[in-house]
C-alpha cells in the first residue's frame, strides 16, 4: 500500500485558481490548468463518461491512467467535495454527479457534521474531522490492502506531505503562470530529501515530476 498525491500545479506552484464567478464557477485559468488532463481518452471516459473511446493518448493519458490505478480509497478536502458552495444545505450530493468516478470509499476532512453518503457506482462519501494522521488510519483500513491517494485540495495535499506521510507525489507542471491561489510548495523546505526523482516532458508541453520514497 502507497499513500499517493497527484496535482496539476502551474510553472510558479499554483493548484488553485482565484478566478471563479457564479457565472463560471471553475473560472477560465482552471480550465488551463487541466486542459490536457481533461483531453485525455482516460478523463474523458472516467470522470465525463464518455463511451466514445476519443480523446488525447501518449503521455498524459499514462499518468491519467496511474491516477485511477490501485486505488481502494480517497482522502479530500470539503472544498474538493464542493462544501464550500452549500456548507448549510442537508441535501447538497457534491459536484461530482450522481455517479462520482471515484468508485471507493472517499474520506472528506471538514469540520461541518453530514451523514455518509453513498453514491452510485461504488462511492461513498464519509465526512470526518481529523488530523492527517487520522484520516490515513481510517482510509488505509478502508482501502483493503491499495493505495489511498490524497486527491485535494493544495491545502490538504501539502498537509499530508509535512506530515510525512506521502510515498509518492505526481505533480503535472502546466506551463502557464497564474500569480495567485494556493501554493503546493509553500513551507515544504527540504521535502525532495529521502525521494528519488523521475521527469517526463509531454507533446502538450507538461512536465510530469515523480517523487518517490
Known sequence: MAVRVDLNISLDGFATTT???PENPFGPDWARLTEAYAATRTFRARVMQETSGEG??????????????????????????????A?????????WGDEPPFHVPVFVLTHTPRPTLAMAGGTTFHFLAATPTEALGRASEAAGGKDVRIGGGATVAREFLKAGLVDR???????????????????????????SVKSEVAPSGITHLTFSR
Request: overall charge negative; proline content about 3%.
Open 169 to 195: 507525489l505526481h505533480v503535472a507542471i502546466v506551463p502557464i503562470l497564474l500569480g495567485r491561489g494556493a501554493r503546493l510548495w509553500d513551507d515544504l523546505r527540504g521535502f525532495e530529501d529521502g525521494y
Open 87 to 95: 456548507a448549510d444545505d442537508p441535501d447538497w450530493r457534491g459536484w
Open 19 to 21: 478566478d471563479q464567478t
Open 56 to 85: 488525447t493518448t501518449g503521455v498524459d493519458d499514462e499518468y491519467a491512467q496511474a491516477y485511477f490505478a490501485e486505488v481502494g480509497a480517497e482522502i479530500m478536502g470539503a472544498g474538493m467535495f464542493g462544501l464550500h458552495d
